[in-house]
């Protein structure tokens, strides 16, 4: 079921989808664009799989604090969590490793924004070289 002629129907099948809009599950409004997408943030930094992108909620990356704390970029407007996933809260070299990360894959989807790049080359490059072992 992982062969990559199963995996390009399923992502015909999510484009046509994404012209519907997609709604987000915490505030109900639409997340109209990929760089307001968690879900599209969380693929291509590698925590969501290929096959799930098209079952798995959406959300917006504001209305996912926990992520979207991580994102430290003069484009973004902080946001700030509080509890247990307060980056604050958290080990140091944990929390660089994320906001590097995060940061690398909330920039990636403003170049992704408005190109027609497959969505199968949308992940970061560390994250695409392992599909590629998975999906060769
Ligand atoms: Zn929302």
């Known amino acids: 079921m992982s062969d990559l002629r199963h995996l390009k129907g399923q992502v015909k099948g999510l484009m046509a989808k994404c012209d519907e809009g997609y709604r987000c599950e915490v505030c109900g409004e639409n997340v109209e664009a990929i760089t307001e997408s968690d879900l599209y943030l969380r693929y291509v930094i590698g925590q969501v799989d290929p096959e799930t992108l098209h079952t798995a909620a959406e959300r917006h990356i504001r209305c996912n604090p926990a992520v979207a704390q991580f994102i430290v970029d003069d484009a973004f407007s902080p946001v700030s969590t509080t509890g247990d996933f307060d980056k ?13 990360l995060i940061t690398r894959g909330w920039l990636r989807l403003c170049e992704l924004d408005d190109s027609d790049t497959p969505i199968i080359e949308y992940p970061l ?6 599909m590629q072992l998975r999906y060769p």
């Open 88 to 100: 604050r809260n958290l080990d140091r070299s944990y929390v660089m490793d994320q906001e590097n």
């Open 125 to 130: 490059p560390e994250v695409r070289a392992k």
